[in-house]
T-cell receptor, first 111, second 114 residues
Framework: SQQGEEDPQALSIQEGENATMNCSYKTSINNLQWYRQNSGRGLVHLILIRSNEREKHSGRLRVTLDTSKKSSSLLITASRAADTASYFCATAPSGNTPLVFGKGTRLSVIA | EAGVAQSPRYKIIEKRQSVAFWCNPISGHATLYWYQQILGQGPKLLIQFQNNGVVDDSQLPKDRFSAERLKGVDSTLKIQPAKLEDSAVYLC????????????FGDGTRLSIL
């Protein structure tokens, strides 16, 4: 089953704009991770945020986590054409269970 | 470090035939995962190995899918016989240890069933 649900399903923006993607989940988690997937390639890990953290930064990426609302957001600032990809959130549920991936957001950055 | 290697990159077979995929994880990674990714969806876990033991295979269609990880390194995933709904990308990933750690993915095998 897919616990994480990303929103929107697709997003198209101009280069230089910011892109925001949201993820909602259903059960308690140990951490939440964001991955990027370029067309025809495997997933690449971007950032991990633990359940006791509220915000985390990595370069142009900013991730927030609200465990009371069971939601997370990924912000990409000053987007580039190379950011065009699908972005997935993955939740690590509490207990000894594997990561569960959402259906992803397809981001298109137009030069 | 070398990434996760998978082969073949593409495979086309007819329904009811058999197919096998191979994965070589990052050196030293104890945990290995096989995922099925259908077009437009996120990866779905098929099986997880910790060294050469199975940790989770609850979503593996065991009547037709099998996987092994001999010696706790390389792994193979087999489908026999294939059905049309098995058309998907099969991704292998590895991580250093237990669940919840970031995973490193290979580029997958794109399987088409005719």
């Amino acid at each position: 089953s897919q616990q994480g649900e990303e929103d929107p399903q697709a997003l198209s923006i101009q280069e230089g704009e910011n892109a925001t993607m949201n993820c909602s989940y259903k059960t308690s988690i140990n951490n939440l991770q964001w991955y990027r997937q370029n067309s025809g390639r495997g997933l690449v890990h971007l950032i991990l945020i633990r359940s006791n953290e509220r915000e985390k930064h990595s370069g142009r990426l900013r991730v927030t986590l609200d465990t009371s609302k069971k939601s997370s957001s990924l912000l990409i600032t000053a987007s580039r054409a190379a950011d065009t990809a699908s972005y997935f959130c993955a939740t690590a549920p509490s207990g000894n269970t594997p990561l569960v991936f959402g259906k992803g957001t397809r981001l298109s950055v137009i030069a | 470090e070398a990434g996760v290697a998978q082969s073949p990159r593409y495979k086309i077979i007819e329904k009811r035939q058999s197919v096998a995929f191979w994965c070589n994880p990052i050196s030293g990674h104890a945990t290995l995962y096989w995922y099925q990714q259908i077009l437009g969806q996120g990866p779905k876990l098929l099986i997880q190995f910790q060294n050469n033991g199975v940790v989770d295979d609850s979503q593996l269609p065991k009547d037709r899918f099998s996987a092994e990880r001999l010696k706790g390194v390389d792994s193979t995933l087999k489908i026999q016989p294939a059905k049309l709904e098995d058309s998907a990308v099969y991704l292998c990933a590895s991580s250093p240890g237990p669940e919840g750690q970031p995973q490193h993915f290979g580029d997958g095998t794109r399987l088409s069933i005719l």
